[in-house]
């Protein structure tokens, strides 16, 4: 399939004999298209400088068209201006345009009043409405693709009367961001107001009402240098969230690596907004442990409740037990279904809980990579949804002596949409270790972003 993008100023005329010529190849070719952008003139030179920078071209005038390699994974390729465009139709399709340069002057001509009454429109509209802002870093993930969905369902956002849905990705493409916003737009949900796509923190979580970062800021993998690209990005999104944002956004941070930490980093940076605003999420873990816990018991993961993550999510972290229940559990007492044992009470082997299921946990996620080829996008999505329709305010303290400027997990209750911490947990020395160890490997990751700046 050949996939042109045509980009031009809404005034310009070869843009306009461009456009048609573009339009009649559409018609006659069933493998050919095109998508156009129309771009005011006033507005042109900054587009075309921003778009060329940020694709590493040189062109200085308008149109500027290129093509979308489709079976190079929508990689593009410039091709270059009106000539070079009338250059390749004429080559390979044996088509060319003879449109007259007064026919050239009028369809530009209706084209910019055109694109002024659309932007007046939007304009207008815009200001009738009042939408709910909420922005997605790592917005090409799977698990942003599981969510958009339901985040755009009344059930998740009960106050939101439509939304407007932000969607960030620093590492993919215009033409990848501009599929998942029409993918989006299809969906056709009457809460959803407008979808923008962004590869640039020009305009990151301008008036955010939630962030959600998916992304794990560029941290390949383990050591100083996946902590200093960590900590690059995730202080300037804690700065950007603190100058643009609603002062009372709510910002989740999910994903493999350094949750905890980029957790703190925000929290460092976006110092004028109420630090119980924020949360990193263990939801996911939690759940990856109920359901390794529902396979040992033979029953169904839902089953299995109250289970505790302590420590750095994505580091040294411990699964606690002391509140889990099980409900339709097979054993020697029995009951109807809101019947509950304590897991500790059915689950006799110790050594197993200390060590199988804590290792077991800690793979449970590389495992389903493994065996799939891509991320669990749906279980990290979840674990984000459990959160967001659980908390309209986020709480959080500092308990069992954890330093200030730490992010730790810690079994946490939403009382009237305020999350808070439970502090009335018995913590018996040896998981008081535990805990230590993970504040530990916590203040190390941080003393190494410090040390990035």
Same mark, same amino acid.
């Given at each position: 399939?050949?996939?042109?993008?045509? +980009?031009? %100023?809404?005034?310009?005329?070869?843009?306009?004999?461009?456009?048609?010529?573009?339009?009649?190849?559409?018609?006659?070719?069933?493998?050919?298209?095109?998508? %156009?952008?129309?771009?005011?003139?006033? /507005?042109?030179?900054?587009?075309?400088?921003?778009?060329?920078?940020?694709? =590493?071209?040189?062109?200085?005038?308008?149109?500027?068209?290129?093509?979308?390699?489709?079976?190079?994974?929508?990689?593009?390729?410039?091709?270059?201006?009106?000539?070079?465009?009338?250059?390749?139709?004429?080559?390979?399709?044996?088509?060319?345009?003879?449109?007259?340069?007064?026919?050239?002057?009028?369809?530009?001509?209706?084209?910019?009043?055109?694109?002024?009454?659309?932007?007046?429109?939007?304009?207008?509209?815009?200001?009738?409405?009042?939408?709910?802002?909420?922005?997605?870093? =790592?917005?090409?993930?799977?698990?942003?693709?599981?969510? #958009?969905?339901?985040?755009?369902?009344?059930?998740?956002?009960?106050?939101?009367?439509?939304?407007?849905?932000?969607?960030?990705?620093?590492?993919?493409?215009?033409?990848?961001?501009? +599929?998942?916003?029409?993918?989006?737009?299809?969906?056709?949900?009457?809460?959803?107001?407008?979808?923008?796509?962004?590869? /640039?923190?020009?305009?990151?979580?301008?008036?955010?009402?939630?962030?959600?970062?998916?992304?794990?800021?560029?941290?390949?993998? $383990?050591?100083?240098?996946?902590?200093?690209?960590?900590?690059?990005?995730?202080?300037?999104?804690?700065?950007? #969230?603190?100058?643009?944002?609603?002062?009372?956004?709510?910002?989740?941070?999910?994903?493999?690596?350094?949750? @905890?930490?980029?957790?703190?980093?925000?929290?460092?940076?976006?110092?004028?907004?109420?630090?119980?605003?924020? #949360?990193?999420?263990?939801?996911?873990?939690?759940?990856?442990?109920?359901?390794?816990?529902?396979?040992?018991?033979?029953?169904?993961?839902?089953?299995?409740?109250?289970?505790?993550?302590?420590?750095?999510?994505?580091?040294?972290?411990?699964?606690?037990?002391?509140? &889990? %229940?099980?409900?339709?559990?097979?054993?020697? #007492?029995?009951?109807?279904?809101?019947?509950?044992?304590? !897991? *500790?009470?059915?689950?006799?082997?110790?050594?197993?809980?200390?060590?199988? *299921?804590?290792?077991?946990?800690?793979?449970?996620?590389? &495992?389903?990579?493994?065996?799939?080829?891509?991320?669990? =996008?749906?279980?990290?999505? /979840?674990?984000?949804?459990?959160?967001?329709?659980?908390? @309209?305010?986020?709480?959080?303290?500092?308990?069992? /002596? !954890?330093?200030?400027?730490?992010?730790?997990?810690?079994?946490?209750?939403?009382?009237?949409?305020?999350?808070?911490?439970? $502090?009335?947990?018995?913590?018996?020395?040896?998981?008081?270790? %535990?805990?230590? *160890?993970?504040?530990?490997?916590?203040?190390?990751?941080?003393?190494?972003?410090?040390?990035? @700046?």
């Amino acid at each position: 399939m050949a996939k042109f993008t045509l +980009a031009g %100023k809404a005034d310009c005329p070869y843009f306009a004999k461009a456009e048609l010529l573009a339009d009649a190849l559409q018609r006659c070719l069933p493998d050919f298209r095109v998508h %156009k952008i129309s771009v005011l003139p006033e /507005n042109w030179t900054e587009w075309l400088e921003a778009t060329c920078e940020r694709r =590493g071209w040189k062109h200085e005038h308008s149109p500027l068209v290129w093509r979308d390699l489709v079976v190079q994974g929508g990689k593009a390729m410039l091709l270059g201006g009106f000539s070079d465009f009338l250059e390749h139709c004429q080559e390979y399709y044996g088509i060319a345009s003879d449109m007259p340069t007064d026919l050239m002057l009028s369809v530009a001509t209706e084209n910019l009043q055109a694109k002024r009454k659309q932007a007046a429109e939007e304009q207008r509209r815009v200001g009738l409405i009042q939408p709910f802002h909420i922005w997605i870093s =790592g917005a090409l993930s799977p698990t942003c693709h599981t969510l #958009i969905p339901r985040l755009l369902s009344a059930e998740t956002f009960p106050q939101a009367s439509v939304i407007s849905l932000h969607l960030l990705d620093l590492e993919g493409t215009e033409e990848d961001l501009e +599929a998942l916003r029409v993918d989006t737009q299809d969906l056709a949900l009457g809460t959803l107001h407008q979808v923008t796509i962004h590869t /640039n923190v020009e305009r990151a979580f301008r008036d955010a009402d939630v962030v959600l970062l998916l992304d794990d800021g560029a941290a390949d993998g $383990d050591g100083r240098d996946g902590v200093t690209r960590t900590s690059e990005r995730y202080r300037e999104y804690g700065r950007l #969230i603190d100058s643009r944002a609603q002062r009372n956004v709510k910002v989740i941070v999910s994903g493999d690596s350094l949750v @905890n930490l980029r957790c703190s980093l925000l929290l460092d940076c976006a110092a004028s907004i109420d630090s119980r605003q924020f #949360i990193a999420v263990a939801t996911q873990l939690e759940n990856e442990a109920k359901a390794i816990l529902a396979k040992q018991l033979r029953v169904k993961a839902s089953d299995v409740t109250d289970v505790i993550v302590w420590g750095n999510i994505s580091g040294l972290f411990y699964i606690d037990l002391q509140m &889990a %229940k099980v409900f339709n559990y097979e054993g020697a #007492i029995r009951g109807p279904p809101f019947f509950s044992q304590p !897991v *500790l009470k059915v689950l006799h082997d110790r050594k197993w809980l200390e060590t199988d *299921l804590q290792h077991l946990a800690g793979c449970q996620r590389g &495992a389903v990579t493994a065996r799939t080829g891509r991320a669990a =996008g749906m279980a990290a999505a /979840n674990g984000v949804l459990s959160v967001l329709r659980a908390w @309209n305010g986020v709480g959080g303290s500092r308990h069992y /002596n !954890v330093p200030e400027g730490v992010v730790l997990s810690a079994p946490v209750v939403f009382r009237e949409g305020t999350c808070c911490v439970v $502090d009335d947990l018995t913590v018996p020395d040896e998981l008081e270790d %535990k805990l230590q *160890l993970s504040v530990q490997q916590l203040l190390q990751e941080k003393e190494l972003a410090e040390g990035s @700046n």
